[in-house]
């Protein structure tokens, strides 16, 4: 099959993956590309043991082969997966629980582009943070291919969404998506923005992507019972803060990465996500043929990106 050599990062022909138990065999139309692959890729991102070394969080694909154990999805079914590894490929494999319908309305492009961004949304804002109607969540990153799923998860359920972003025509894309603020990050009082914003029952929960270089600001912001989710050190990953706030504040700080999470626990994440899947408007940046997957990567930091980056197989 033609697939991305990870070990080139140039098209191969690399054998084509057999099912094990409860996989189905997927051959892939389109496939996210996520910031692990460029990660993977710089050899700081391995993928977890017994998972593809073939880079690939996400596709929508025809399921071809459906051994009898992996339940509930058929040959023939076109399909949603959320993987381990192994998406930029002509073929891949994948647990039968960590697949959904492609939603009804949504190209495979735009279908590929789902399953990272929500599942990393549910289980930060709804299974770790009990994100609550009212509550007011601070998402980071506004544009990116989370940043914007995770807006309009957090919507959906009745929070009020204060979001940052790099310029102003993002913030007003975010807006569209259900943001009530957008705040540009590179402004001085950003911070000062977020907590006007607000107002006086504070932030209860931040969706952070940013790690060490938010670290005080975050902290600074949330209201007492608060909880700082996160998911991205793209700002570094050691920091101090001050832990009196945290012990008086009753603040929590919790870690998470979808990735590594056994299958059984994903598949409950992608069960869960059936509905909000069908709901979710996916914000495609740019789709490219597999072969211009450096391309692809390169979109990947170019600061117009909104949303996805998708590679295309047909
Ligand atoms: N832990 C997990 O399970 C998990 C799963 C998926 C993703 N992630 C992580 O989540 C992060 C986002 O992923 P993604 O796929 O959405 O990546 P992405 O599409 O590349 O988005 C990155 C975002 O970072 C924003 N950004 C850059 N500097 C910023 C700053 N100073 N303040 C606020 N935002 C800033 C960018 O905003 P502008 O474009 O507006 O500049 C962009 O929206 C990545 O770090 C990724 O590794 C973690």
Not at 105 to 128: Q, Y
Not at 166 to 176: D, L, N, V
Not at 255 to 266: D, E, H
Not at 274 to 284: D, E, F, K, S, V
Request: charged fraction near 20%.
């Amino acid at each position: 099959m033609r697939a991305i050599d990870p070990s080139t990062f140039a098209i191969s022909d690399l054998p084509t993956p057999k099912p094990k138990d409860g996989e189905v065999l997927i051959r892939v139309h389109a496939a996210g590309v996520n910031r692990a692959d460029l990660l993977q890729r710089a050899g700081h991102y391995p993928p977890p043991p017994g998972a593809s070394e073939i880079p690939g969080l996400e596709v929508a694909g025809t399921v071809v082969a459906a051994p009898h154990t992996a339940q509930g999805v058929s040959v023939g079914d076109e399909v949603i997966a959320l993987l381990a590894g192994g998406g930029y490929a002509e073929f891949v494999c994948a647990p039968a629980v960590q697949c959904l319908p492609l939603p009804s309305g949504l190209s495979p492009v735009e279908g590929a582009g789902l399953p990272e961004a929500l599942a990393t949304s549910w289980l930060n804002l709804v299974d770790l943070a009990d994100i609550a109607e009212g509550d007011t969540v601070v998402i980071h990153g506004g544009s990116g291919g989370v940043g914007s799923v995770a807006i309009q998860l957090a919507a959906r359920r009745g929070a009020r969404v204060l979001t940052t972003v790099g310029s102003a025509e993002k913030a007003a894309r975010c807006r569209a998506l259900g943001a009530e603020v957008a705040v540009d990050y590179h402004d001085e009082d950003a911070t000062e923005q977020l907590r006007q914003s607000a107002g006086e029952d504070g932030v209860a929960i931040i969706l952070d992507i940013l790690g060490a270089g938010a670290l005080d600001s975050n902290i600074d912001l949330l209201a007492r019972d608060g909880r700082l989710i996160m998911i991205g050190l793209q700002q570094g990953r050691t920091g101090s803060i001050n832990l009196g706030s945290v012990l008086t504040e009753r603040l929590q700080i919790i870690g998470s990465t979808l990735r590594a999470l056994p299958v059984a626990r994903k598949g409950e994440i992608v069960a869960a996500m059936r509905h909000a899947a069908r709901l979710i408007a996916p914000q495609i940046h740019a789709s490219l043929p597999l072969e211009e997957v450096d391309r692809a990567h390169q979109l990947m930091d170019d600061p117009a990106t909104f949303g996805k980056i998708i590679l295309t197989l047909d």
